[in-house]
């Protein structure tokens, strides 16, 4: 915030940079995620939810993402009020589409959840 604060300050009009400062202390000061809900858009980022299990082998398994366009970018997420909830290796075993993710992992029928940007 200190960096949006300084570059406001030189904004010369005071009633127009205390505005810009509020907003964006709001913004930046009420970030969240949200929960997760698969194939739904984060609280307030640009970015959805997809929660799926791993295959039942170790081969390759796709997952829906119902997006507008081909998602770049998947953050794997732990729930932390899920006792034995954890992390699992994943792998991109081919490119994102406009319709599916197609991931494989050493560890079989896990549940994932992810955070996908588009």
């Keep these: 915030m200190g960096f949006v604060r300084t570059k406001l ?20 000061g009420n970030l969240r995620i949200g929960e997760p809900e698969h194939q739904t858009r984060a609280e307030n980022l640009q970015a959805y939810w997809l929660k799926s299990t791993t295959a039942s082998d170790t081969g390759e398994f796709s997952i829906a993402h119902g ?3 081909t ?10 009020d899920k006792p034995g909830a954890k992390l699992v290796p994943l792998e991109v075993s ?9 991931l494989k992992s050493t560890s079989t029928s896990a549940p994932i959840l992810l955070l996908v940007e588009p």
């Design 9 to 28: 300050g030189a904004i010369s009009d005071a009633a127009t940079r205390r505005v810009l400062i509020d907003v964006f202390e709001h913004v930046l």
């Design 67 to 69: 997006l507008p366009s």
């Design 71 to 80: 998602p770049h970018y998947a953050i794997p997420v732990v729930e932390l």
């Design 94 to 102: 081919r490119a994102a589409d406009t319709k599916r993710l197609y």
